[in-house]
Nanobody
Framework: QVQLTESGGGLVQAGGSLRLSCAAS??????MGWFRQAPGKEREFVAG????????FYEDSVKGRFTASRDYAKNTLYLQMNNLKPEDTALYSC???????????????????WGLGTQVTVSS
């Protein structure tokens, strides 16, 4: 059972930055991703990374503001979030896909294991 532990969330003013981390208990993934869910809304894809190639992909609203990266040796995924907006407020969760994939995956059902999440709150 893969365990994922997120950290780095918090309260920040609009325009500020946060860096989220997701530590995985094992290696051997094809894709890692970040999703978020705001109160009363469905969970949505934010950013992802192909584990072996470090190829990244993003949801349109965060392009140019968020950057996903990974530390291969530490089995850790990061999400650098800059120029945060109030609409970025949500519970951010990381997820991994252990099934083979050569393409980017943006749907929640395409991922196999999930962390509990870390809260990000952006004040206006």
């Amino acid at each position: 059972q893969v365990q994922l532990t997120e950290s780095g969330g918090g309260l920040v003013q609009a325009g500020g930055s946060l860096r989220l981390s997701c530590a995985a208990s094992e290696d051997g993934y094809y894709t890692m991703g970040w999703f978020r869910q705001a109160p009363g809304k469905e969970r949505e894809f934010v950013a992802g990374i192909m584990w072996r190639t470090a190829t990244t992909f993003y949801e349109d609203s965060v392009k140019g503001r968020f950057t996903a990266s990974r530390d291969y040796a530490k089995n850790t995924l990061y999400l650098q979030m800059n120029n945060l907006k109030p609409e970025d407020t949500a519970l951010y969760s990381c997820a991994v896909r252990t099934r083979y994939s050569s393409i980017s995956r943006t749907r929640a059902y395409e991922y196999d294991f999930w962390g509990l999440g870390t809260q990000v709150t952006v004040s206006s």
